[in-house]
Nanobody
Framework: QVRLVESGGGLVQAGDSLRLSCVAS????????MGWFRQAPGKEREFVAA????????YYGDSVKGRSTISRDNAKNTVYLQMNSMKPEDTAVYYC???????????????????WGQGTQVTVSS
């Protein structure tokens, strides 16, 4: 089993930056592709960003492309999501996820992820 714990959320103002962290425990996730998703009130959970097991390949959802960076430190079993130029529409609970499907690729679908964190709330005020 893999346990994922997100941190770094909070209340920020529009235009600010924020870095989310996701620490894995229970099993090393260095061979897993990892991803970030978010869910706003009344909306479905949506893909934000994904990274391959070695960090070489990354992919972003349209809503954050160009102002977010996903990265990982396998030695620390940690994945990060740096978000810049934040907007009120970024307000959501952000979830970290791990996929045991081929770690050489990135995955954008919820069904491709096997482990999920509890989420961290991000609120962006205008």
């Amino acid at each position: 089993q893999v346990r994922l714990v997100e941190s770094g959320g909070g209340l920020v103002q529009a235009g600010d930056s924020l870095r989310l962290s996701c620490v894995a425990s229970g099993r090393t996730t260095s061979s897993y592709a990892m991803g970030w998703f978010r869910q706003a009130p009344g909306k479905e959970r949506e893909f934000v960003a994904a990274i391959s097991r070695n960090g070489v390949t990354t992919y972003y959802g349209d809503s954050v492309k160009g102002r977010s960076t996903i990265s990982r430190d396998n030695a620390k079993n940690t994945v990060y999501l740096q978000m810049n130029s934040m907007k009120p529409e970024d307000t959501a609970v952000y979830y970290c996820a791990a996929s045991i499907v081929d770690g050489n690729y990135v995955h954008t679908l919820l069904k491709d992820y096997d482990y999920w964190g509890q989420g961290t709330q991000v609120t962006v005020s205008s």
